[in-house]
């Protein structure tokens, strides 16, 4: 009758910590726990309710018995009154007759009873167990996720951080440098060409007015 607690004093025993241990994923493993639950409580709940079904059956019958008893008891005083003996002696014998399935029907009742209790109680404790392992489940779950994003940060701060990266921006640096050094030599060569062209610019202006005022001063303007 009390089969179906087996997992839930596995899974509340100290076993928990060591399977959780193995578990890949403790999450996971805790929605599994929960649902082998769930289905422990609704077997017990088909359990309670079979076991109430028959104490009510046993109740039922425990008061049919006894108003027999009384119907038996009522007769024979009436046979009696009526000076019929006989009859009122087979009413006795059914009567006490009667008397001892009541008795044992009650008996049956009351242990009937007590059992239902036993069981609405484990119910109830099994319940309340389920709820505090569903408030369990969830706290392990931000915890687990917390730890899984600080991890996944950690890694990804450790890999900025490593020799690999520091190389690569390194020669990236390098590169950086490379090109700025090849803009500033362009940028030299054309400032030096673009003087020397002025230069002789300059050259051919003087030349033209040297030669203006030549002619001015040969009149052959």
């Known amino acids: 009758m009390f089969k179906f607690f087996k997992r839930m004093k596995t899974i509340v025993s100290s076993e928990l910590n060591s399977m959780l241990d193995k578990a890949e994923d403790p999450v996971k493993m805790l ?23 028959n104490e009510k059956i046993l109740m039922r019958k425990a008061q049919d018995a006894q108003a027999m008893v009384e119907k038996r008891q009522a007769q024979a005083e009436k046979a009696v009154q009526a000076g019929e003996d006989d009859l009122a002696k087979r009413a006795l014998q059914e009567k006490n007759e009667y008397e001892n399935q009541a008795a044992l029907l009650n008996q049956s009742y009351e242990q009937a009873k007590n059992d239902s209790q036993v ?17 369990k489940k969830d706290s392990l779950k931000a915890r687990a996720e917390s730890a ?14 490593g020799d690999e990266s520091r190389q690569g921006f390194a020669r990236m640096e390098e590169k950086v440098l490379r090109f700025e050094a090849e803009a500033e030599t362009s940028e030299d ?33």
């Open 119 to 135: 069981l609405k109680s484990k119910l109830d404790e099994m319940k309340r167990e389920y709820q505090e392992m569903v408030l």
């Open 189 to 221: 060569l054309s400032t030096q060409s673009r003087t020397l062209d002025d230069e002789f610019k300059k050259l051919d202006t003087a030349v033209e007015d040297e030669l203006a005022e030549l002619k001015k001063a040969m009149g052959k303007e």
């Open 148 to 161: 899984k994003t600080r991890t996944k940060i950690n890694r990804s701060m450790s890999s900025i951080g």
């Open 31 to 53: 929605d599994q726990f929960l649902r082998d639950m769930g289905e422990d409580i609704r077997e017990a709940e088909a359990a309670v309710a079979k076991q109430i079904a």
